[in-house]
């Protein structure tokens, strides 16, 4: 089992920045990517930000430029530092992990919300 707990989201005005953080524990071991998703309300869960295969790494264009995925490989923790945060990227930020045997997990969540 992999557990995965998000912390650092809140509440921000257009234009201002937040750093999320994801704590790994349990068994980290043969994770083949690690990311961040969101979901806002009335949509599905989308793809913001990952890590594949260790250094390898994937963003929405819609946050290009602005976001960007980091990892401390030493606290087994992952981050994502938020830039210029716009209304449209309200919503809850999930942390995932994805092991190479195809089995995921899923952390709780994190309530982002940028007011215009």
């Known amino acids: 089992q992999v557990q995965l707990a998000e912390s650092g989201g809140g509440l921000v005005q257009a234009g201002g920045s937040l750093r999320l953080s994801c704590a790994a524990s349990?068994?980290?071991?043969?994770?083949?990517?690690m990311g961040w998703y969101r979901q806002a309300p009335g949509k599905q869960r989308e793809l913001v930000a990952r890590?594949?295969?260790?250094?390898?790494?994937n963003y929405a264009d819609s946050v290009k430029g602005r976001f960007t995925i980091s990892r401390d490989n030493a606290k087994n923790t992952l981050y994502l530092q938020m830039n210029s945060l716009k209304p449209e990227d309200t919503g809850v930020y999930f942390c995932?992990?994805?092991?190479?045997?195809?089995?995921?997990?899923w952390g709780q969540g994190t309530q982002v919300t940028v007011s215009s």
């Open positions: 995932s992990a994805l092991r190479t045997s195809g089995l995921g997990y």
């Open positions: 349990g068994s980290i071991v043969n994770i083949v990517a």
């Open positions: 890590f594949i295969g260790g250094t390898s790494t």
